[in-house]
């Protein structure tokens, strides 16, 4: 698929809306089943996705995969700050880390959120210890084990409940 330049400067309407959260429950949900969801033909909700996708809106789709069925059964928010360095060049090399799941820019008297998970206790010190906190650039690291998560609702799935 060719990525476009998104033109976030229009607002999603209603139908678009709803098409983004359905999709946001489930990504594999056919088209007939799409335009059926949101009132529309199969041609209309077909071209509704293509326009959204060529828009930047919807940037691609996947699986949400448990991280414990895969192995990765401890998970940190690393708390970073960061030196005279730009926030682009540190946090591309925070992501090419190995367990760095996202590299999240936040304001207040930190610099950068990391979710990081590891196969364990000693992969996971390894990682915030050495890979992260000796980087050329970060000053200090804070990390908080992730005990239990709950999720939430996704903010595309949000948008089914605005008003116009």
Same mark, same amino acid.
């Given at each position: 698929?060719?990525?476009?330049?998104?033109?976030?400067?229009?607002? #999603?309407?209603?139908?678009?809306?709803?098409?983004?959260?359905?999709?946001?429950?489930?990504?594999?949900?056919?088209?007939?089943?799409?335009?059926?969801?949101?009132?529309?033909?199969?041609?209309?909700?077909?071209?509704?996705? #293509?326009?959204?996708?060529?828009?930047?809106?919807?940037?691609?789709?996947?699986?949400?995969?448990?991280?414990?069925?895969?192995? #990765?059964?401890?998970?940190?928010?690393?708390?970073?700050?960061?030196?005279?360095?730009?926030?682009?060049?540190?946090?591309?090399?925070?992501?090419?880390?190995?367990?760095?799941?996202?590299?999240?820019?936040?304001?207040?008297?930190?610099?950068?959120?990391?979710?990081?998970?590891?196969?364990?206790?000693?992969?996971?010190?390894?990682?915030? #210890?050495?890979?992260?906190?000796?980087?050329?650039?970060?000053?200090?690291?804070?990390?908080?084990?992730?005990?239990?998560?709950?999720?939430?609702?996704?903010?595309?799935?949000?948008?089914?409940?605005?008003?116009?």
């Amino acid at each position: 698929m060719t990525q476009h330049a998104p033109h976030h400067d229009e607002p #999603l309407d209603a139908i678009d809306r709803r098409i983004v959260a359905e999709l946001s429950r489930d990504g594999r949900l056919s088209v007939r089943t799409l335009a059926e969801r949101v009132h529309i033909s199969r041609t209309a909700a077909h071209n509704r996705v #293509l326009a959204l996708q060529q828009r930047g809106v919807i940037t691609g789709f996947g699986a949400q995969i448990d991280r414990k069925s895969i192995g #990765l059964n401890i998970s940190a928010l690393v708390v970073v700050r960061i030196g005279d360095v730009s926030w682009e060049s540190i946090a591309a090399k925070l992501a090419t880390l190995p367990f760095v799941e996202k590299v999240q820019a936040v304001s207040g008297d930190i610099d950068i959120i990391l979710t990081v998970s590891a196969p364990d206790h000693e992969q996971l010190s390894q990682a915030i #210890l050495r890979d992260i906190h000796d980087m050329p650039g970060v000053v200090s690291t804070r990390s908080h084990l992730i005990l239990e998560e709950i999720d939430g609702r996704p903010p595309a799935q949000s948008l089914d409940i605005w008003r116009s």
